[in-house]
């Protein structure tokens, strides 16, 4: 079974960077579509960027789309997702998450808090 523990969040300003992380354990993690999603408060949880196993496809929301880039290392189990020319309005709980093939995401890992001070 592959546990999921992101780490990186914080608070920064506006217009600041941050990459997040996720760490995984388990062996099977490479062959794991791999996802990071975003909640904030009052609102529901959305899809930010995903990555296939091999790393050769990604997918961005529109609402990240040229500031986000996602990214994986097989051999260290972890992916990765920096985020650049952050705005208030990324202020979110931030989740990895993992899925095989075309099937729902079932691993989750715990959330990093996002901060954006204005």
């Known amino acids: 079974q592959v546990q999921l523990v992101e780490s990186g969040g914080g608070l920064v300003p506006a217009g600041g960077s941050l990459r997040l992380s996720c760490a995984a354990s388990?062996?099977?993690?490479?062959?794991?579509?791999m996802g990071w999603f975003r909640q904030a408060p009052g609102k529901e949880r959305e899809f930010v960027a995903g990555i296939t196993w091999s790393g050769d496809r990604v997918r961005y929301a529109d609402s990240v789309k040229g500031r986000a880039t996602i990214s994986r290392d097989n051999a260290k189990k972890t992916v990765y997702l920096q985020m650049n020319s952050l705005k208030p309005e990324d202020t979110a709980v931030y989740y990895c998450?993992?899925?095989?093939?075309?099937?729902?995401?079932?691993?989750w890992g715990q959330g990093t808090q996002v901060t954006v001070s204005s």
């Open positions: 388990g062996r099977t993690f490479s062959s794991y579509y």
């Open positions: 998450a993992g899925r095989l093939g075309v099937a729902n995401y079932d691993l």
